[in-house]
Structure formats: structure tokens, C-alpha cells
């Protein structure tokens, strides 16, 4: 990207929290943690001195099926950013003094999300949709889980998955190919740990309907069911069709339960994909005695988008939606380097925004209609989070 000065780079492992056994859950979360608090060659103290010195930015954050760690640098210290990064990732100390301190950072970190009660009830949904299942289980892990973590726990889990066949090097801006090339070639050639021989088994999902008490003024509301996965010839599909639901201010939810009824605040549908499942779901957060209409509201545009052919006016403005905004990311090196490394995690190859592009502009009115009318057709499951003597009405399952 030659109009600008920065250099995003990113050192991406192949493996999250779905890859960790039982009894392990947030053990890769953990780990992004004590990466930064110390290697080898630095302390937790000269990591963070030497990164403002060459005025750059770090961040780090792990999902179900990687993990990422970045720095954000002007083009003359790519050098120092690739050294630095990578000594965090490959040489951590993972000193136990460091490792209890940052234990109590995680339980507060887990305290967050059981005070953010629209996250917590996703996460809830999760694990009610894909129990005793990776993919169902909380990043963070469990407060009980990550107490007994040790530093040989992180070692072991660390020794097993940070391997060449699972790193990949991903850089967007003002780079050079040649010399980057250079010099992740002088840090990581030493590596020769063998590939760790995890295989990932697909989630069996259960359309159950769970409650959860909470002292809150709203009731928090998530219905979802299956999606397809990150890699399916019908994922251009899904992202028009959940455009269409939930995913824009001109939305049929978004209009319907926000702006025609006021019923909610905060309304929308997502996608979860992954390499071999997906979930799509329908979040809204309203007062706890209209919770039977929002439902209600939530099922009828659920059926009559897998009834009911979509537009041609509609179809059009979610595709226009969707692709200004793949445009629009593209102009910041932070999602060029994200999206170059995504792809290659997924589809072993760079795919050019022109594909992409295209690939949501094929979708037709019947691939809409094809894909509501396969997913919607089943029952759903429905977390509910918040005041359960205040609700009127909970049905024992959903079918839209």
C-alpha cells in the first residue's frame, strides 16, 4: 500500500480455545497474556519501552480457532517490530510470579463479561447451542478452570501448537516483500517443532431454550440455529441474507422491533463461522413483559423470509451494503493484513476483493430463499437473560 507510512504486521497461530482438551479451557487465552510479560531477552517492562520508542502499536486477542498477535509500525522500524514481535511469541519466560498476576487480570477479565449482560447471554447461547463441545466453551474459560492453570500447563500447551505448520506471517502497507521476507526467515527458521496433531470434530448443535436469573432491568434476548461454515460455497449467501435480517440500520428487524414498534434499543442478527460449523443468531434487548412480542416479531420475519422471495430493491441495497464495507476496510492496513491472513487460515489462498465481490453479487432471490427456507425450517434455540420473575411467557421451544 504505497500511499501510506505504516507497516501492519501479524504473526497468527492456527489454533484457539476449540483446540484445547478438556479441563484446558482458556489455556490459549492465557498464554496470549504471558507472551507479553516477559521473554528471554526481555522484560515485561522493555517490551513496553521498546515499542514506544519506535512509536508503535500492539495488540493481541485469541478466538475459537486462532489466535493473533500484531504490531502497527512506520515503514523504516519493520526490522525492530518483526524482532520484537517475535521474540514475544516464540521465546516467552512465562515466569510464575508474572503467571499469578496475570491469573487475577483473567478473573477480572471474566468478571467483565458477566457485567456486559449482551455478552454474557451470547456466550450463554454458545454453550447451550454446542454443549460439551470447544466451540460452545467460553474463551476466557472458567474461573474454576483457569485456577489451576501451572506454567507447565502453558508450556505443554504452548510446546504443542506454537509450530511452523500452524504460524502464519501476514504484513499490509508500506512493505517490502523481499526484505520481510529476510527477516521472519533469520527468527523462525530455527523452529522444528512437528505438526501437533490436533483434529477438530464438528459441533452437534441443541436447539434448547435456557433462562438465565439475573438482577437486570432488561431481559436480553439471543434466538439463533445453524449457519453455514466459514468455508461453504453458501457463505456469500449467508452474509446477504443475515444483511437482509439483521445486519444494517435499514434491516427487517432493525425496522420492524426498533423503529416500528420500540421495542428495543439495540437489535441485530450475526454470523459465527467457523471451519466447520456456523451459527447464526438474532440478538434484542427489551423490557422483560414484551419479551413474548419481540419473540413473536422475531419468528414472523423469520418466516416470511423463508417464504417469501426478497425483492429485487432489498437484495440489491444489502449486496451494495455489504461490499461498500469490504471496500471501505480495505483502506486500513490493519484489515488488509487481517483479511490476507483470515483467508489463508481458511482457503489456503489470497482472494481478491474483485471475488469477493462478486461472490455476494451472484447471490440471487432463490439462493436467499433456498438458504432461510434450510435453516429457518427447524426449530430454534433461545437464551434469555435477566429478571425471570418478570417474565410473562417462555415457550419450551421455538419453531419459526
Known amino acids: 500500500m504505497d500511499g501510506v507510512r505504516s507497516v501492519a504486521l501479524g504473526i497468527w497461530l492456527r489454533r484457539g480455545s476449540r483446540d484445547e482438551s478438556d479441563g484446558e479451557g482458556g489455556l490459549a487465552h492465557f498464554i496470549e497474556h504471558m507472551v507479553f510479560k516477559g521473554t528471554e531477552k526481555r522484560s515485561q517492562a522493555q517490551i513496553a519501552q521498546e515499542m514506544d520508542a519506535i512509536g508503535g502499536q500492539t495488540d493481541a486477542f485469541t478466538t475459537q480457532e486462532y489466535a493473533g498477535f500484531h504490531v502497527k509500525v512506520l515503514d523504516q522500524h519493520v526490522p525492530r517490530g518483526v524482532d520484537l514481535l517475535s521474540d514475544i511469541v516464540l521465546s516467552p519466560r512465562f515466569d510464575r510470579d508474572e503467571l499469578e498476576r496475570e491469573r487475577r487480570v483473567i478473573f477480572e477479565e471474566i468478571k467483565t463479561v458477566e457485567d456486559n449482560p449482551e455478552e454474557f447471554a451470547h456466550e450463554l447461547f454458545a454453550q447451550a447451542f454446542w454443549p460439551d463441545h470447544p466451540l460452545g466453551r467460553p474463551i476466557l474459560g472458567q474461573p474454576e478452570t483457569v485456577a489451576r492453570f501451572d506454567r507447565d500447563d502453558l508450556l505443554r500447551f ?13 504484513a499490509a502497507g508500506n512493505v517490502d516483500h523481499e526484505q520481510l521476507l529476510s527477516l521472519v526467515e533469520s527468527r523462525f ?18 436447539m434448547t431454550v435456557t433462562l438465565e436469573d439475573k438482577d437486570l432491568e432488561q431481559a436480553h ?24 435480517l439483521g445486519g444494517s440500520l435499514s434491516s427487517r428487524l432493525f425496522q420492524v422491533i426498533r423503529e416500528e414498534h420500540g421495542l428495543a434499543y439495540t437489535v441485530y442478527s450475526a454470523l459465527s463461522a467457523f471451519s466447520d460449523a456456523g451459527q447464526f443468531t438474532v440478538y434484542a434487548g427489551s423490557d422483560p413483559k414484551k ?23 432489498e437484495l440489491r441495497r444489502a449486496k451494495d451494503h455489504l461490499c461498500g464495507s469490504i471496500l471501505m476496510g480495505l483502506e486500513s492496513t490493519d484489515a488488509r493484513m487481517s483479511q490476507l491472513a483470515r483467508q489463508e487460515l481458511y482457503f489456503g489462498r489470497h482472494i481478491a476483493t474483485e471475488e469477493a465481490i462478486q461472490g455476494i453479487d451472484s447471490v440471487t432471490a432463490d439462493d436467499v430463499l433456498r438458504l432461510a427456507s434450510s435453516i429457518f425450517q427447524r426449530p430454534l434455540a433461545m437464551t434469555v437473560v435477566g429478571r425471570l420473575g418478570r417474565l410473562e411467557w417462555i415457550p419450551e421451544s421455538l419453531v419459526a
Not at 291 to 308: A, G, K, N
Open 158 to 170: 504452548f510446546r504443542r501448537t506454537y509450530a511452523p505448520s500452524n504460524i502464519i506471517v501476514a
Open 189 to 206: 527458521a530455527r523452529l522444528e517443532t512437528p505438526p501437533d496433531g490436533i483434529l477438530a470434530t464438528p459441533p452437534q448443535p441443541s
Open 221 to 244: 434476548i439471543v434466538l439463533g440455529t445453524v449457519a453455514p461454515s466459514q468455508t461453504s460455497s453458501d457463505r456469500f449467501v449467508s452474509y446477504v441474507l443475515n444483511a437482509i
Open 291 to 313: 419479551v413474548p412480542e419481540v419473540v413473536d416479531l422475531v419468528l414472523h420475519e423469520l418466516r416470511l423470509i423463508r417464504d417469501i422471495p426478497v425483492q429485487a430493491e
